[in-house]
């Protein structure tokens, strides 16, 4: 366990010191809580506007539980905010990929290696419209579905290989159909939802629950958020379009049983397929049927796999009987992975755009160039270029990137990240949502730590992944966790913590003092709350509710700045006195102010401009204050704290 922000300072590479550090506080905020969406519940945070930031004081910043949304910083009031985010990280060589993460790699390969294609052909680009007009030709069983998908699949001496990853997105493909029949029905508002995935249970959760059982499917679950979306934004917007969302009136918030039941009762299965499909608890499970040896024909021999594809497609056209599957070659594919620097790109943002009306929901005329620009483009971070002779910056630099993932000249996904001289730092990922069987989330993810440990030869004090925020209140976000071995960091002393030594605390509290945990008895107290500072504070929403986009981080709401809540003022009833007392032992004297393009100590202040009322001088102390006890003192004592 060491400590989270460096004990001295550092000049990196010989071009660090260039530039400075700028930093405008805006004090505190409240907003409601974008993790749990719940009635009242809020979320409470610093914020800091950085004009310019140098690589290693925002490394320290991270350090220190601060994260940014473009030129915003945030970190969250961890004791007061209703899910407390803590900094996760791991040290990329020490990183042990799970079986999980493994299947996510080989998965890729194969896509590569042309063994396995999207569900949905890449030259028809089908997704379900945005209206729900579902054209119900396309309704078939899954006996149909499982003609054509294996006949455009699966070839030659790999069907072995490929058969039963058909055989799931076959009944991925009757899930979506049942879906597409519930939206014809007026079951399900006509808005874009995700297409479903089914996996294969493993044995060690047949154990637990059936051994009957055999595929699974959450994507109840995953619909019935995107529908609580909806009508937060349909109460939050009124707007004319999610007035009329939901056919049949009433809330659009559907409990993921009642989703589940619709959808099981929709999915047509017949003798061919030997499956029962029953909805419990919100999942849509897949068992064996009496009939279950000839379901274990159908998965086990590859000839009664083609004999029952061509008679599914016989039974649609007889012309189609003569293209045979082993006609059809296999097409490798070639991947790419671009790092660049930060900047705008019309492809990127068309990406984005897809994906978050796609993937979150969101309304078309939300997702604009503007808020992109903002959120995932500018950066305060100052970049520092490589030098030749200096092992201690990457090939790269330091600064803000964009890592490119292009398969056969096609941007498929983009990993915002922020390169710094002890970590990568993952901001967001955004990613193509036809490709979404990929996994493309926790790929991405795996690519960032690799890179980590290629670079950390080159730089020698770059060696750890961060993840962002973790919030084990928020079941979304505990995907961090799988990326072992992780650490925390402590709100109050700033010391990392295994997770493993924290989850069974955190078991029990949101909020909890970590670094009690592993070196002394737990202590409830916390530090004095800060009150907000006087001016106008705002932040980018999207700081404020980094639920996950997929599975990944990410998350995403709206990305506009907002006002500070009116009620903000009432938020601690800390007196300014005691709040003074509780903090005089920092020192402010030496903090050094921008003030009209000049630099000068605080201590100079009066000296510079004479003699200023005791009242403003009072105010701007306890504002240093709160100042120094969030970015810390040895931050303070260099950085410029920016008074217009």
């Known amino acids: 366990m060491d400590g989270g922000a ?177 939206i014809e029905r007026g079951e399900f508002p006509s808005i874009q939802l995700p297409n479903a995935v089914v996996k294969k249970v493993e044995r060690q959760a047949k154990r637990k629950l059936s051994e009957d059982l055999l595929y699974t499917s959450n994507i109840s679950f995953q619909i019935a958020a995107l529908l609580r979306r909806a009508q937060y934004a349909q109460e939050k917007h009124s707007t004319a379009y999610l007035v009329n969302l939901n056919p049949n009136g009433g809330s659009l918030d559907i409990p993921a049983n009642v989703i589940a039941e619709k959808l099981s009762s929709s999915i047509k299965c017949n003798e061919h397929i030997g499956l029962l499909v029953k909805a419990c608890n919100g999942h849509l499970n897949f068992y064996s049927s009496n009939n279950q040896s000839n379901y274990l024909d159908l998965v086990s021999n590859t000839e009664t796999f083609i004999q029952i594809s061509e008679g599914a497609r016989d039974k649609k056209t007889e012309s189609s009987s003569t293209h045979s599957s082993a006609n059809i070659p296999f097409k490798k594919r070639k991947l790419e992975i671009r790092l660049k620097r930060s900047s705008f790109d019309p492809e990127e943002f068309s990406l984005y755009k897809r ?104 730089c020698t004090s770059l060696q750890y992944y961060y993840l962002g925020f973790y919030i ?64 106008t504070s705002f932040a980018d929403n999207n700081c404020l509710s980094i639920a996950s986009s997929s599975e990944d981080d990410e998350a995403g709401a709206d990305h506009e700045f907002l006002d500070e809540d009116e009620d903000n003022k009432s938020d601690t009833e800390d007196s300014d006195e005691s709040l003074h007392g509780e903090l005089r032992r920092f020192d402010i004297s030496n903090i050094l102010i921008g003030l009209h393009g000049s630099r000068l100590r605080f201590k100079d202040l009066q000296r510079v401009f004479g003699p200023i009322d005791k009242s403003i001088i009072r105010d701007l102390e306890l504002q240093l204050e709160r100042y120094v006890r969030v970015v810390g003192s040895d931050l303070s004592s260099h950085i410029i704290y920016s008074l217009g």
């Open 355 to 458: 994906y978050q009306i796609n993937i979150h929901g969101d309304l078309p005329d939300k997702v604009t160039e503007s808020s992109y620009r903002r959120f995932l483009v500018d950066t305060p971070i100052i970049f520092v270029p490589p030098t030749s002779s200096s092992r201690s910056v990457p090939a790269c630099g330091f600064g803000s990137f964009h890592q490119q993932y292009v398969i056969d000249d096609k941007l498929v996904a983009v990993g915002v990240i922020d390169i710094l001289p002890r970590c990568l730092s993952s901001k967001y990922l955004f990613w193509d949502p036809d490709l979404s069987f990929l996994s493309l989330g926790k790929y991405s993810a795996l690519q960032e730590i690799n890179w980590v440990k290629d670079s950390h030869e080159q």
């Open 6 to 182: 460096s004990s001295s300072r550092r000049v990196v590479g010989g071009g660090g010191s260039a530039g400075e550090t700028v930093l405008v506080d805006h004090g505190r905020r409240r907003s409601p809580c974008g993790y749990c969406r719940s009635p009242g519940c809020t979320s409470i945070s610093h914020g800091l506007w950085a004009q310019s930031i140098k690589a290693d004081d925002y490394q320290d910043l991270l350090d220190r539980g601060w994260r940014r949304s473009g030129c915003f910083l945030y970190k969250p009031v961890m004791e007061r905010t209703c899910c407390p985010s803590y900094t996760i990280r791991l040290k990329a060589c020490d990183f042990v990929l799970s079986k999980e993460q493994t299947r996510v790699q080989k998965k890729m390969e194969r896509f590569v290696d042309g063994m396995l294609n999207p569900r949905k052909p890449e030259h028809s680009k089908e997704v379900r419209p945005a209206n729900g007009c579902i054209d119900s030709r396309n309704n078939h069983s899954l006996a149909d579905s499982l003609g054509n998908t294996f006949g455009e699949t699966l070839s030659g001496n790999n069907e072995k290989k490929n058969k039963e990853d058909v055989f799931l997105q076959v009944l991925s493909k009757g899930v979506d159909n049942a879906v597409n029949s519930c």
């Open 472 to 535: 084990h209140s928020c079941n979304k976000m505990r995907y961090k966790a799988a990326y072992r071995p992780s650490e925390l960091l402590c709100p109050l002393r700033y010391e990392w913590v295994p997770f493993d030594i924290a989850r069974p605390l955190l078991d029990k509290k949101s909020y909890v003092v970590l670094s009690d945990i592993a070196t002394r008895p737990f202590n409830r107290s916390s530090p004095p709350l800060l009150k907000t500072s006087n001016g």
